[in-house]
């Protein structure tokens, strides 16, 4: 099972966080957020650290950015993934992957989040199968782009027959290793956390996180 830690900001936590039996760093770039990773001493420090971080690739989260701001972030933060947590288009996810196939010099490969609601129609994903290697599956209903912290029906994860492998996200805590352990589903890829493991915004309590991946893993 894949883990995603998202929502770092600071280079100790980050390297610490690294260390675990984590698959994906996640910074974000959305200005609005508590959890802004744009800062350049974090780009310094991931520049001089790149190779140390090799094995636990970067994905940089964004929310209705300019296609060149995402461009230059995946170049300047040694980006791997881009997860794309707005109201991003299937053409926009299109001209991204157009635009890294003529330029391999820094490219990424795209993540699409869908924030689910009660009514929502999976089939919303069809469009976005030709650009997206990885879905995210996210609480749906607030006000505002980005996580809420909270749950949503993970039994409506039987809707969705989509060929996209996702990982499962919103309000994802240390009590819940056992639930998602029970999750059958062919396209199921692993989890995405944040801000239930936080001390404060952006730095994650690491000890939280040792002891429910043991958990999880077990």
């Known amino acids: 099972m894949k883990v995603k830690v998202c929502g770092l900001r600071e280079p100790d936590n980050i390297a610490e966080i690294s260390k675990l039996p984590t698959d994906y760093l ?32 970067l994905v940089g989260v964004f929310v209705n ?16 993934w881009v997860q794309l947590h707005g109201e991003e288009s299937a053409g926009y996810c299109q001209e991204l992957k157009l635009l890294w196939s003529v330029n391999t010099l820094r490219k990424a490969s ?11 129609d999976f089939r919303a994903t069809n469009e976005y199968v030709s650009s997206c290697s990885l879905f995210v599956f996210d609480t749906g209903g607030q006000a505002t782009a980005g996580g809420t912290g909270k749950k949503w029906d993970w039994k409506k994860l039987e809707e969705y ?10 309000g994802i805590g240390p009590e819940d290793a056992e639930a998602i352990r ?37």
């Open 161 to 170: 027959r989509g060929p996209i492998p996702f990982l499962l996200s919103g």
């Open 182 to 218: 029970r999750i059958d589903h062919p396209q199921f890829r692993g989890i995405d956390l944040n801000s239930r493991f936080e001390s404060e915004p952006g730095v994650k309590d690491v000890s939280a996180l040792t002891r429910f991946l043991h958990e999880l893993h077990a």
């Open 65 to 80: 950015a300019e296609v060149d701001f995402v461009l230059n972030a995946v170049h300047d933060y040694r980006l791997s």
């Open 110 to 120: 795209i993540c699409k989040a869908f924030s689910v609601t009660e009514d929502f």
């Open 26 to 57: 996640g910074l974000i770039f959305h200005p609005a957020s508590p959890r802004f990773a744009g800062d350049s001493a974090l780009e310094a420090w991931i520049v001089k650290n790149e190779k140390a971080l090799r094995d636990t690739p």
